[in-house]
């Protein structure tokens, strides 16, 4: 069945607008227009992955997604690492997880992707990975007006779990030289720091993402190793990845990064 009959069928049994956008050049996914989407958050962290685990000696067959959503980040990362690699994607959220399921047959990854329904904190996962990664919530509830969507609350408010929950997951189904990478909003630095150092991770290398120049930072990326020499000393600092100009078009980093995924630099004014 194509993507657009597929799409239909969605509509008609969730009775609201659905859309099929690229994550990739051969990969495509379905999103509800209104819910919880696709952004540059997860683009860049699953970019980040695959540019930081690609030092990891060994290959890097597997790869662990925790708190997938929709699969984004998880099926970047998948992309990337080659025909032979596999993924497992924990989500908890129903309208996510279905969405999960229906982005990986529809792109016939079934034999590729492991996708377990469940809070991220009580799956149990006996295999460990060289690679694990997450986008997790980025406010404390409280911290602001909940959306009414309970898609799109539990993608960006703390309702299950947080960024310390993130880390000790990974923690305990991490490969003793494997590699944690995860994105946090900038302001919050601290906390996403904190939760690392608490579970005896070390910041191997960390990169502040600015949406334009002449902003300031919109969140972090951070690459994380068990290596208790490290904990506590300050990782490698990466120069801000620029994402626009000043006149939106994009910069040559981020053009790099679509090229990654097969997509061509987009039109400059």
């Not at 000790?168 to 720091?193: S, Y």
Request: net charge neutral; glycine share 8%.
């Amino acid at each position: 069945m194509s993507f657009e009959a597929r799409r239909r069928e969605l509509e008609a049994e969730l009775g609201e607008p659905i859309t099929v956008d690229a994550l990739t050049a051969s990969w495509s996914i379905f999103q509800r227009k209104n819910g919880h989407r696709h952004s540059t958050d997860d683009l860049l962290t699953g970019w980040y992955a695959l540019e930081q685990s690609a030092r990891l000696e060994g290959a890097v067959d597997r790869a662990l997604d925790l708190g997938t959503g929709i699969g984004t980040v998880g099926l970047l990362v998948l992309s990337g690492l080659g025909p032979a690699a596999r993924l497992t994607a924990i989500e908890a959220q129903e309208i996510s997880f279905r969405f999960l399921v229906e982005n990986v047959r529809a792109n016939g990854l079934e034999g590729r992707v492991d996708m377990l329904r469940g809070d991220l904190r009580d799956v149990f996962i006996e295999a460990k990975f060289p690679l694990v990664t997450g986008s997790p919530p980025y406010f404390p509830k409280g911290a602001g007006v909940v959306p009414a969507d309970s898609q799109k609350a539990h993608a960006r408010f703390e309702l299950r779990g947080d960024v310390r929950d993130y880390a000790r997951v990974a923690r305990e189904r991490l490969e003793p030289n494997g590699l944690f990478v995860f994105c946090f909003p900038f302001a919050q630095k601290q906390r996403a720091i904190d939760a690392v150092h608490g579970e005896r991770f070390s910041i191997a290398n960390e990169r502040d993402v600015v949406p334009r120049e002449g902003l300031p930072p919109l969140f972090t990326l951070f690459a994380c190793r068990l290596e208790p020499a490290l904990i506590h000393r300050e990782g490698l600092i990466q120069a801000p990845f620029v994402v626009r100009h000043a006149n939106g078009d994009h910069t040559p980093a981020m053009d790099a990064v679509r090229a990654r995924f097969g997509f061509p630099p987009q039109p400059k004014t």
